[in-house]
């Protein structure tokens, strides 16, 4: 699922919340600039709609941070047509600059899906070439054999490697115990569900911040697991 993160407060800002609710968008929101920060490092969100009120913050300089560590495309909403402060705007690397009582509900959902489809493609394209493997923030760089959540590198035994390699690339599909088993093994699943139970578990306590609420690695009951 994508995932769109809305900060800011301006007048339109709950009408959005709910048109990307409404078109099954996982919503992130907040009004802090330390929560802005802290959201795009942890959750590595997919599309940023930032909304300007003019309450003394810049934006240019909020864009400017953000574009030191994330490509993360950036729509700004701003309460007024001021063409100069457009111009700086995406100067400083936001992806596009509206005024929101210009734009319909409607125009900016369509220019947000541009904006993800052309993330989400470029993003595949690079990754396939260097062999990296996500789903939410967790990457795996699979020729250097090491997987990330965020930032923070996470320490997998060989098979548990293998393991959550297996489910990401294949993430949205739900794998069956016994294929999870053959793949991994290489042999009949024979007391399969132990071991993978086990495994999973293992897997979960290292990547998962609630492993009882898993966010990557989850089970689908008496079917076997998927990521995502």
């Known amino acids: ?3 769109i993160l809305i900060y800011g407060s301006i007048g339109r800002m709950e009408e959005m919340r709910h048109l990307f609710a409404g078109e099954s968008y996982e919503v992130l ?9 802290e959201l795009i490092r942890k959750k590595a969100p997919h599309l940023l709609l930032m909304g300007l009120s003019g309450r003394g ?27 100069g402060e457009k111009i700086e ?25 541009s904006r993800l489809r052309r993330y989400t493609r470029m993003s ?9 493997y996500r789903v ?14 965020g930032k923070q590198e996470i320490k997998l035994t060989p098979i548990e490697y293998e393991i959550v390699k297996l489910l990401v ?3 949205g599909k739900v794998l069956s115990i016994s294929q999870i088993y053959e793949a991994i093994w290489h042999m009949r699943p024979i007391g399969a569900d132990n071991t993978i139970a086990v495994h999973i578990h293992h897997i979960r306590e290292k990547l998962e911040e609630n492993p009882k609420e898993p966010r990557y690695i989850k089970a689908v009951w008496g079917t076997g697991y998927k990521a995502g």
């Not at 595949?124 to 990296?132: D, G, T």
Request: proline fraction near 2%; charge should be negative; aromatic fraction near 4%.
């Open 1 to 3: 699922m994508d995932s």
């Open 136 to 149: 939410h923030d967790l990457v795996i760089n699979d020729i250097s054999k090491r997987v990330f959540v």
């Open 124 to 132: 595949c394209e690079a990754e396939s070439k260097e062999k990296i």
């Open 57 to 83: 913050e810049d934006g240019v300089d909020i864009v400017r941070e953000i574009r030191k560590e994330s490509s993360i495309p950036i729509l700004v909403l701003m309460e007024q047509n001021a063409e």
């Open 29 to 37: 929101e907040t009004d802090a600039l330390g929560g802005l920060y």
């Open 169 to 171: 690339q294949e993430k």
């Open 89 to 113: 705007m995406l100067e400083a690397g936001a992806d596009d600059c509206i005024s929101y009582t210009d734009c319909s509900p409607l125009e900016l959902l369509a220019r947000a899906k």
